[in-house]
């Protein structure tokens, strides 16, 4: 009669797995239509390890944006090409989702759009603000999250522009052009 060896337990594996399976699911489906219970399936975990590394949904959801809303590798350039660099990082998105999908699709959640708004506020409008530097810093951040906000909500809610590839990436070479002028502050 023989036994089967039980599978060597890896914390770290495991807690990114989930991680990464409800990036990608939030960024899909939105917080609110996201369960634990998919997470987990998806993941190929138990749904008791959710709770146990992160605390609760809204506590997967709070990891997920820290990770996606860490602009530290592109503030760490300099200005020059860095509205393509973001235009690329945070649209485009990555094989995981796209971050800002993640943020519309979850945004109209009570919870996790308090959290959102924490989160934002933390991981990117600071760290925007700081890295923009003198002069006007607060206020081109702000110009960035409108100029943005309005490209995200006609392109993932209000989808009124053409969706062929040509459309899109001559849109993402304007935002990023127009992204490049704030930074460069080319508002008098």
Not at 63 to 91: K, N, P, W, Y
Not at 104 to 114: H, K, N, R, T, V
Not at 164 to 178: F, I, V
Request: aromatic share 6%; glycine share 6%.
């Amino acid at each position: 009669m023989g036994t089967t060896a039980p599978r060597p337990r890896d914390a770290e594996r495991t807690a990114q797995a989930i991680l990464e399976s409800a990036l990608r699911l939030f960024s899909e489906r939105g917080y609110p239509n996201v369960g634990v219970r998919d997470v987990a399936d998806d993941a190929g975990v138990n749904t008791a390890l959710v709770a146990r590394y992160f605390g609760s949904k809204l506590g997967l959801f709070e990891a997920c944006l820290d990770q996606v809303l860490d602009l530290s590798a592109l503030l760490d350039r300099g200005h020059e090409d860095a509205g393509t660099a973001l235009v690329e990082a945070l649209i485009v998105g990555t094989e995981k989702g796209s971050p800002f999908q993640l943020l519309i699709l979850s945004a109209s959640a009570p919870d996790a759009g308090e959290l959102i708004l924490q989160v934002l506020e933390r991981r990117a409008m600071q760290p925007l603000v700081r890295w923009l530097g003198p002069p006007k810093a607060k206020q081109r951040a702000l110009r960035i999250a409108i100029l943005w906000s309005g490209y995200l909500v006609s392109s993932k809610l209000i989808p009124f522009h053409p969706r062929d590839a040509k459309t899109l990436r001559a849109t993402h070479r304007w935002l990023a052009r127009q992204t490049q002028a704030v930074i460069d502050d080319d508002d008098p």
